[in-house]
């Protein structure tokens, strides 16, 4: 079983940037797609990022190029760079790994949360 653990969030203003990181316990290298998705209170889990090992990128509507993922694969890491935070931001991260070829981020392993709350 892979842990994924998640920091960095914390309470922030809006237009204040945060930096998330994932460290997982298994390698993120190879044919492992490793993302971020967010829940706010209420709403379902949206995407974010994600990133494969050839470091080909995807993202969700909303980030607008505010946000930027990225992995470090000596370190089992994948980082989220979020700037121009917005109140609509306000949500729990989580970490997601999967294969390639699993188009589901519910059947691949999921980290505890980390909690983003941006003020107004």
């Known amino acids: 079983q892979v842990q994924l653990v998640e920091s960095g969030g914390g309470l922030v203003e809006s237009g204040g940037s945060l930096r998330l990181t994932c460290v997982s316990s298994r390698s993120i290298n190879s044919v492992w797609l490793m993302g971020w998705y967010r829940q706010a209170p209420g709403k379902q889990r949206e995407l974010v990022a994600t990133?494969?090992?050839?470091?080909?990128?995807n993202y969700g509507d909303f980030v607008k190029g505010r946000f930027a993922i990225s992995r470090d694969g000596a370190k089992n890491t994948v980082y989220l760079q979020m700037t121009n935070l917005r109140p609509e931001d306000t949500a729990v991260y989580y970490c997601?790994?999967?294969?390639?070829?699993?188009?589901?981020?519910?059947?691949?392993?999921w980290g505890q949360g980390t909690q983003v709350t941006v003020s107004s």
């Open positions: 990133i494969t090992s050839g470091e080909m990128t």
């Open positions: 997601n790994r999967r294969p390639l070829w699993v188009g589901a981020p519910g059947e691949g392993d």
